[in-house]
């Protein structure tokens, strides 16, 4: 494969942004799904948006799903808009992109799941086995890993 020796910030960050949060939103309709019959997509899309109104969240129907499809992906740019900035110091991160892509996943996880969701309206999380394989396990590959190679392609130069 042919390297990319132009830096393309822009592009580094939405493609990143665009891969983890498809990837995100992908694993959470068919894991929560598969377990929870009653977790459709406009269900778990509502549910991103439960950490701004509460569960008052469900009774605004489109408005909050489509609320909750715009959040995950800003939340899924911000974390590629981290991951490359902090690259620009780090060099590793793109050097050794694989490894640093999976501990960012973890990071990502754990950041979400330990600080953003307790200190929304959701609370503290309940865990279950659909929670272990969407978190720990999905962020690790459909997360971090795809902003990480996302960063390494096109942001390689200084």
């Known amino acids: ?17 665009l891969l983890a949060g498809v990837g995100d939103i992908s694993q959470a309709f068919l894991v929560f799904g598969h377990y929870y ?11 991103i948006s439960r950490g701004f109104f509460g569960p008052h969240a469900r009774e605004m129907g489109w408005t909050s799903a489509i609320i909750g499809l715009c959040v995950h992906f800003f939340i899924a740019t911000t974390a590629a808009a981290i991951y490359y900035a902090a690259s620009r110091k780090m ?6 992109w694989v490894i640093c892509g999976l501990l960012f996943g973890e990071c990502v996880f754990l950041f979400m799941y ?5 200190l929304s309206k959701v609370g503290w999380p309940h865990f279950d086995t659909a929670t272990y394989i969407t978190g720990p396990f999905g962020h690790t590959f459909l997360v971090g890993l795809p902003i990480a190679w996302a960063v390494q392609r096109f942001a390689r130069a200084s």
């Open 1 to 17: 494969m042919p390297t990319h020796d132009k830096t393309d910030p822009a592009a580094a960050i939405l493609v990143g942004g």
């Open 114 to 118: 330990f600080v953003v969701m307790p």
């Open 91 to 96: 060099r590793f991160l793109i050097s050794h």
């Open 37 to 47: 019959p009653a977790a459709t997509p406009f269900r778990i899309l509502q549910g």
